[in-house]
């Protein structure tokens, strides 16, 4: 809402204007009144007019396309011809940084300028009367030094001098000071009025409005530069890689289709200048015996002729020897002759730049370029682009030379074809034959580069490549939709483990060619590698078509496979992603269809799923999840909780079993089934676990209860490391626990990856008082051999087994506990239930013959604090 104008016209002019009669009547001096009011009204209504000018100035000035500085400048004009203001400036000033800028300042007596892009704290202003102006947030009129005294400012003689009257008024938006406008003077004959401050008040407010204006189409100006400059970038890298392929072309083209080596050597002089500054270009190769350099090649502004020399220790023998390119500028070279490494031959050149030809797996040559001015000085990149157009032109040189010495045999069978026509006719077809095997490699390195070497499908890069051309002709003309299918094959692996790689291997060519027919002749599959495939669908109107394909391609593999005289069945998970605006590289869509894969096989396999935006954030989510993870590892955010190990008879405290918890400090306290798979994904969770042994040792010593021990639990992963027992001791030993005071929990799958190295890490660890409790016994293999092969104190009955027995039950989980106990009875070994939470199941336990356990009938897990204040009492 703009503010009201404070010279607005009175509407009722009064009695006697109501009236004419009357006021012709009046007496005289009621009609002079009457008349000095008329004029009062006039004067206001002039003043206003102008008033209003100036606010439509003040608005066309801001539309304008003049600069800043004009602007400001006409802003100044605009308000002198509304009051005195010969010394007059503009301040902007940013709540947010507690920092102003003089953008304008005029002042007849202040010799000093403000910079108007200097942004200057208000900490080293203090004293400042526009500071103390802005602070106070009103207008502000009188002379300098009472309007000081009025805002408890001190006289600072370096903020300027002091103004016969000064006016200052602040430019507010919904409340905030943004800055203030400020008028004074130096001459008495010059003072403000009410009127003055009313009149400069409503003026700073447009004057803010048209600054906002012109600061916001100044950024959007700036927006548009910035984003048109990138632009120019991926126009010219792409130009640039257009034209460096035009140029491989064209060398591939010329090595075959040159009348003679000259002309070939004069056409790659053309190309390679298309691509750089090669005024000063030459090629030297070494002559057959490697004793002399020849330049067949050379065309230079200052050395017209480059003879042939025996080897020395020029830039060009340097490059030879060392088989790496150099780039040289004028100091560079002078360095490489200081230092006895290279001599100088013909005329010095300020920058150099030599690439060597390997032909036929050896350096056998150099090509060069030079400048001898400053004009031009080759770049890194200029030495990458030469590095690999040489690598093409020696290609194109040995096809040239295999071309020569075709020529050559053919010339000389052409002089002895009347004496040896067999013999000719046997060397032609040898020839030919050669060719044709070339040309068969060639054609077969060409479709290897693009397509895998299995199945024969297109691989990645010409996936990506096809994708490439999908999405630019859909950025073309969006009415061309396109779907991407991502999919994997469901339990491959175990095919691959139990019929062997060779099997695995059919299987995948069987998939392949039941995808195929699957497609329509414009589609592509490709095979991204090992059991993943992906599926580019040209051409479809909705997401409903690429549905169809995907469900035909998942009953197509639900179909039994016959190979190698065994019936396999395999399933397939497929994820989809449909083209839109939001992608920019095809690179995005595999990825999304990779997540809408996933998604299908959890939600239970041979399926397939849309990607969509839910799937996009949880794709964010579990991307902030490791980002947390990592920073929880550096801020050492992960607890251990302890769940005691009671006797069942009487509740006599035995041990604790620790248990990792993460503390976040927005979310509390996590589980580890929030965050485990994550950080095992990730390789963290081995340093979790040693942050929680760290802890459990630091905490051994509070929880010094009776002759209680802690058990850590270990993953395979730290089995899997060979010096984890000495790591361990090592850290039990450096906080001074007791071996015995420490126990490990593994479970059986542990046990089973690298058996030996596994059983003799924890034959060590026994030998030094460290004993091992088997956890969850009977969830998996549950077999007897490996009780008696590893050196185990104990083993834990797992939960699932606690959680059914019953009362009066013979068999079932009650005859498996059974069954357990006599076990481990045999064995010597300990036994402990997990997952007590009822007093029939401790009961039912304590009739079984145990007599360890934990679960939430006794305790759920706690921190160290409150495992002290519940226990210490009772051992005391």
Not at 7 to 30: I, N, Q, W, Y
Not at 252 to 277: C, M, P, T
């Amino acid at each position: 809402m703009k503010p009201s104008s404070p010279f607005s016209p009175s509407t009722a002019a009064g009695p006697a204007a109501a009236d004419p009669v009357r006021l012709r009547a009046s007496d005289p001096a009621s009609l002079a009144a009457e008349v000095q009011r008329l004029r009062v009204d006039v004067e206001r209504l002039g003043r206003a007019e102008r008033l209003q000018r100036a606010l439509f100035a003040i608005s066309d000035l801001a539309s304008s396309g003049e600069d800043t500085a004009s602007v400001l400048h006409g802003l100044h004009e605009i308000v002198g011809r509304l009051m005195y203001a010969e010394n007059f400036y503009i301040v902007r000033y940013s709540p947010e940084r507690d920092t102003m800028r003089f953008i304008y300042f005029a002042d007849s007596h202040d010799p000093i300028t403000p910079d108007p892009d200097e942004e200057l704290p208000a900490s080293e202003m203090g004293n400042s009367l526009t500071l103390a102006l802005i602070r106070h947030g009103k207008p502000v009129l009188g002379p300098s030094d009472e309007v000081r005294r009025a805002l408890g400012v001190r006289r600072d003689e370096t903020l300027g001098p002091d103004s016969v009257d000064w006016l200052g008024v602040p430019m507010l938006d919904d409340g905030v000071v943004r800055g203030a406008v400020v008028v004074q003077s130096y001459d008495p004959e010059s003072r403000y009025t009410e009127d003055d401050r009313a009149l400069l008040g409503y003026v700073a407010q447009h004057i803010l409005t048209a600054l906002a204006r012109r600061d916001a189409q100044e950024e959007l100006e700036r927006r548009v530069e910035e984003r048109t400059r990138e632009l120019r970038e991926q126009v010219a890298e792409r130009e640039r890689s257009e034209r460096l392929q035009a140029a491989l072309f064209r060398i591939a083209e010329q090595a075959g289709r040159a009348e003679s080596i000259e002309v070939f050597y004069a056409e790659v002089h053309g190309i390679v200048s298309a691509l750089l500054d090669a005024r000063n270009f030459f090629i030297a190769l070494l002559t057959p015996d490697g004793q002399e350099l020849d330049f067949p090649y050379s065309v230079d502004e200052r050395d017209q002729a480059r003879p042939r020399r025996r080897l020395a220790r020029g830039l060009t023998e340097f490059v030879l020897a060392s088989g790496e390119p150099l780039l040289a500028d004028r100091d560079g070279i002078h360095q490489l002759v200081a230092e006895g490494k290279v001599q100088s031959f013909g005329t010095p050149s300020v920058c150099w730049l030599g690439v060597p030809l390997q032909i036929e797996g050896r350096v056998a040559g150099v090509i060069a370029v030079q400048s001898y001015t400053p004009d031009y000085l080759y770049t890194r990149r200029d030495q990458e682009l030469l590095s690999f157009v040489s690598f093409h032109i020696a290609q194109a040189l040995e096809r040239r030379r295999a071309h020569e010495s075709l020529r050559e045999a053919y010339a000389e069978l052409e002089q002895r074809v009347a004496a040896r026509t067999s013999e000719l006719a046997d060397a032609n077809r040898e020839l030919l034959d050669q060719i044709s095997v070339r040309e068969r490699m060639e054609h077969k390195l060409k479709h290897e580069a693009m397509h895998d070497t299995l199945t024969g499908l297109p691989n990645r890069s010409h996936l990506l490549g096809r994708m490439g051309m999908a999405l630019s002709r859909y950025r073309f003309d969006p009415g061309q939709l396109f779907a991407v299918l991502f999919l994997d094959l469901d339990r491959f692996k175990v095919v691959n483990d139990s019929v062997g790689h060779l099997v695995g291997d059919e299987l995948l060519k069987e998939a392949a060619r039941r995808i195929g027919r699957c497609v329509r002749d414009p589609d592509m599959v490709a095979r991204l590698g090992g059991d993943e495939f992906a599926i580019v669908l040209d051409f479809i109107h909705s997401a409903d078509e690429a549905v169809v394909v995907a469900e035909r391609v998942i009953e197509s593999l639900a179909e039994p496979m016959r190979i190698a005289g065994k019936e396999l069945y395999t399933s397939a998970s497929i994820g989809i992603a449909m083209v839109d605006g939001r992608y920019r590289s095809p690179e995005e869509l595999l990825r999304d269809a990779d997540v809408a894969m996933y998604r299908a096989k959890a939600n239970g396999r041979q399926r397939y799923a849309i990607f969509d935006e839910h799937l996009h954030e949880a794709a964010l989510k579990l991307l902030e999840l490791e980002g947390d993870l990592r920073r929880a590892l550096q801020r050492q955010e992960f607890v251990p909780h302890y769940q005691p190990i009671l006797s069942l008879a009487d509740g006599q405290l035995v041990g604790f079993e620790a248990l990792m918890r993460w503390h976040h400090p927005e979310r509390g306290l996590s589980m580890p089934g929030e965050f485990l798979g994550v950080a095992e994904e990730t390789g963290s969770l081995e340093q979790m676990d040693w942050q929680i042994y760290e802890l459990v040792c630091r905490d051994i010593h509070r929880l010094n209860l009776g002759r209680a021990y802690a058990t850590l639990n270990v993953s395979p992963r730290h089995l899997r490391v060979a010096d984890f027992d000495q790591r361990l001791l090592e850290l039990i030993s450096r906080h001074g626990v007791s071996p015995q005071r420490l126990r490990l929990e593994v479970t059986e799958g542990a046990l089973l990856e690298k058996p030996e190295q596994v059983r003799e890490c924890l034959a060590r660890l026994r030998e030094a008082g460290v004993l091992t409790l088997l956890d969850d016994f009977g969830t998996g293999y549950s077999s007897l051999s490996y009780l008696h092969r590893f050196p185990l104190h104990g083993l834990k009955i797992d939960r699932s087994f606690v959680r059914e027995l019953r009362s009066g039950e013979s068999g079932g989980s009650t005859a498996i506990v059974r069954a357990i106990r006599l076990l481990a009875d045999s064995l010597g070994l300990e036994v402990i239930a997990e997952g007590i939470e009822a007093e029939e199941q401790r009961y039912q336990l304590r009739l079984l013959g145990l007599s360890l356990g934990q679960g939430y009938l006794f305790s759920k897990p706690a921190s160290a604090e409150e495992i002290l204040a519940r226990y210490a009492p009772a051992q005391a």
